[in-house]
């Protein structure tokens, strides 16, 4: 994947990432009397997921590894969280109104949690990248954030 701003711009406009992480959050919704919560939240990976498997075109288009652990800055699952990250809240400094104003981001505790396995529906499974060593980390042990998103709209 190519870290330009501009070429992420272009790959997220030509899959049509937007609408199709809408679609894949709105549909992850408690049943009716289920629970009152109403949408759950999916985490980067769950959306990526989702992505390869209900939009294999779009899939293929973008060129990434769905990810997991070991895939570092190169898979779908952090472009997915990266991208919905800037547009949901930008940074501060640009003083800039959210593109998106129906999906909500949020990361889960890292809090006693040890690993997290994501399976899809052929069976493959993806450790998270949630355990693999921060990049950025001074002394290179911290664990990444576990980014997790919803749908708020109506």
């Known amino acids: ?21 809408r679609e894949i959050l709105k549909n992850a919704k408690a049943k009716k009397g289920e629970h009152h919560f109403g949408y759950y939240f999916l985490s980067a990976n769950q959306i990526a997921i989702d992505f390869a498997e209900k939009y294999p075109n779009d899939f293929k288009k973008a060129n990434m590894s769905i990810g997991g652990s070991g895939a570092g800055n190169k898979s779908l699952s952090n472009y997915i969280a990266r991208q919905l990250s800037g547009l949901i809240k930008p940074k501060i400094k640009k003083n800039k109104e959210p593109k998106i104003k129906d999906i909500e981001g949020a990361f889960l505790s890292k809090n006693h949690l040890y690993q997290v396995i994501f399976k ?6 993806f450790l998270s990248s949630y355990n ?10 911290s664990k990444r954030s576990f980014a997790m998103f919803r749908f708020i709209g109506e």
């Open 1 to 21: 994947m190519n870290t330009d701003f501009n070429e992420d711009i272009k790959i997220w406009e030509e899959c049509n990432f937007e609408n199709n992480i």
């Open 120 to 125: 899809d529906n052929q069976g493959s499974e």
């Open 132 to 141: 693999d060593k921060s990049p950025t980390s001074k002394n290179n042990d």
